[in-house]
């Protein structure tokens, strides 16, 4: 164990006994910023690990949740992979301008969404992670979406090669949400090839999810909340060299 990762285990110990602690606000994603303002802690997009060099990932305790890993825009064939994507196969609302696009793609089997089929094929020979697209008589139309092997291992490196996966239970209490965070597992050493391997058992999914923003100032207009890649928590130790 790191000097950083004894340190974040001793904070965590002092919050598990802190018991159910309240929700710093009602957004979908306050669970893990109560945490990391409990480590003292802000909010940020930064592309690399949460503490200190360890990717923080909070997940459920009675359910196998998902989590999400990192989030990777495609590097492939065309700058702007994604709009195209979208603009080819997402659907167009009443009343909008724009496509909505909600996917999720795996490498076991094909995906369907509206009237094509997808799915994620891993290209040992030009190293790269590319989405297929199908068809309904099953004939690839598309393959111009892709990652480079690069700027995965990069991703990987930069923000997972430590995790720490904290498990918590929520309550409500006086009509506020509240959780308990009462487990700490750590793992290290994250394993390319393995990683590759459960995009192709279907165990890594990437997601994509282009809508509108639901309130606020840009209400109405266009929102892409990332395209990223995501795994069941039970199944993170597939990827790892060492769990602790």
């Known amino acids: 164990m790191t000097p950083e990762m004894h340190e974040l285990y001793q904070k965590f110990i002092k919050i598990r006994k802190m018991k159910y602690i309240e929700s710093i606000n009602n957004e979908y994603y306050a669970v893990g910023e109560t945490f990391e303002q409990l480590l003292g802690k802000q909010r940020d997009d930064f592309p690399i690990a949460d503490y200190k060099g360890i ?13 999400s890993l990192f989030c990777a825009e495609p590097d492939g064939k065309f700058l702007f992979a994604n709009e195209e994507l979208v ?15 909600h996917l999720e793609v795996s490498g ?8 094509y089929f997808f799915r994620l094929k891993i290209d040992y020979q030009n190293k790269e992670i590319v989405l297929n697209v199908y068809n309904y ?12 092997f690069a700027l995965i291992k990069e991703k990987l490196n930069l923000k997972l090669n430590i995790l720490a996966l904290i498990k918590y239970y929520p309550k409500v209490i006086n ?16 394993i390319f090839d393995q990683f590759l391997k459960e995009i192709e058992n279907g165990n890594i999914s990437v997601c994509f999810a282009f809508d509108e923003y639901k309130s606020g100032p840009k209400q109405g207009k266009r929102h892409n909340h990332g395209t990223y890649f995501k795994i069941k928590a039970k199944n993170i130790g597939l990827i790892y060299e060492k769990k602790l």
């Open 175 to 190: 009509n506020k949400k509240h959780y308990w965070y009462c487990y700490l597992e750590f793992y290290k050493n994250i």
């Open 55 to 67: 990717e923080v990932k909070v997940t459920p305790a009675y359910i196998n949740g998902d989590v």
């Open 87 to 101: 603009n080819k196969y997402g659907y167009l609302k009443k009343g909008k301008t724009f496509n909505f696009f």
């Open 108 to 115: 076991d089997q094909q995906t369907r969404y509206i009237k």
């Open 137 to 148: 008589r099953n004939e690839l139309i598309d393959s111009n979406t892709s990652w480079s």
